[in-house]
């Protein structure tokens, strides 16, 4: 009889610990392009004083976000960023630039007196959205200035439509998107390079 009790208390425990294991969260990380995608020519000239990039209030939160209707989201215990979203969104630009436009030099503001940028960057992103549908956008708008005097404003707006739909796959949307972003920038940039030279 002893050994039937002490059986099923152990086969209680067992049991129980099984239930107390609880799930772990999947962390994900937004990846800057490779380095073979960099451009042959160098810009050694090109110094960059980077403003604070606006983010929207959710980068802070480490899940994932996911819209489940137009105005409804879920936030995914299970599905968490390995860092603050906002932190990563500003380390893939800032490493997509380096790539993109080799050489160049940039410094984050408050930057040091004796840093003289060629021009200023402020990037705006208002929207990084992902839909249980598979709809991922990316809407911002990035200025460069020069001597606190906007040269140029760019808005630009990103849309991926994911064939199969799973959190990896919304992930790596987001992920295009923001590389896209980013090369639209350094192509911005470039250009101001050849039409100050061309004057």
Not at 119 to 146: H, M, P, T, W
Request: glycine share 4%; hydrophobic share 40%; with cysteine.
């Amino acid at each position: 009889m002893k050994q039937i009790q002490i059986i099923i208390i152990l086969a209680l425990g067992f049991i129980l610990c099984a239930c107390g294991r609880s799930k772990q969260p999947e962390y994900y990380m937004l990846n800057p392009i490779p380095p073979k995608s960099a451009p042959v020519d160098r810009h050694i000239f090109l110094k960059i004083g980077m403003e604070p990039i606006h983010t929207p209030p959710f980068t802070e939160k480490p899940q994932l976000m996911i819209y489940d209707s137009l105005n409804r989201v879920q936030l995914e215990e299970f599905h968490q960023w390995a860092e603050s979203l906002d932190k990563n969104i500003k380390g893939v630009i800032k490493t997509n630039l380096n790539t993109l436009i080799p050489g160049i030099v940039m410094e984050d503001a408050p930057w040091d007196l004796d840093f003289k940028p060629n021009y200023n960057v402020q990037i705006d992103i208002s929207e990084f959205k992902i839909g249980l549908c598979g709809n991922s956008s990316l809407r911002a708008s990035y200025s460069i200035s020069s001597q606190e005097h906007i040269i140029k404003k760019y808005d630009r707006y990103y849309h991926v439509k994911v064939p199969v739909v799973s959190v990896d796959a919304l992930v790596q949307s987001m992920n295009s998107n923001l590389n896209l972003f980013t090369r639209d920038m350094a192509k911005s940039l470039i250009a101001l390079k050849y039409n100050r030279n061309s004057k």
